[in-house]
Nanobody
Framework: QVQLVESGGGLVQAGGSLRLSCAAS????????MGWFRQAPRKEREFVAA????????SYADSAKGRFIISRDNAKNTVYLQMNSLNHEDTAGYLC?????????????????WGQGPQVTVSS
């Protein structure tokens, strides 16, 4: 098991950037596939990006392609989400998630552990 703690959310103007971090406890972080999701009020939880355990494989939602980058540093037990060219539609709570059952995961039901989710608010 890992426990996940995110940081880096906040208020940013449209067109700006933020980097979210998700720090994991536990010695087996490097064996976990990691993902980022987001959820806005009254909306379904939405896949954003995912990384394999090594970071060698990644996957992005169409809304994130070309703007967001997922990366990880297994030595620091941390996964990152660099978000660029933010717009109002990116406003949501962002959650990181971990799965030790699959190589790379885009379905939220296949993740085992979840963080709390920092709020990202993009002002227009």
């Amino acid at each position: 098991q890992v426990q996940l703690v995110e940081s880096g959310g906040g208020l940013v103007q449209a067109g700006g950037s933020l980097r979210l971090s998700c720090a994991a406890s536990g010695r087996t972080f490097s064996t976990y596939a990691m993902g980022w999701f987001r959820q806005a009020p009254r909306k379904e939880r939405e896949f954003v990006a995912a990384s394999s355990w090594s970071g060698g494989s990644t996957s992005y939602a169409d809304s994130a392609k070309g703007r967001f980058i997922i990366s990880r540093d297994n030595a620091k037990n941390t996964v990152y989400l660099q978000m660029n060219s933010l717009n109002h539609e990116d406003t949501a709570g962002y959650l990181c998630a971990a799965s030790d059952r699959y190589t790379i995961v885009i379905l939220p039901t296949l993740y085992d552990e979840w963080g709390q989710g920092p709020q990202v608010t993009v002002s227009s």
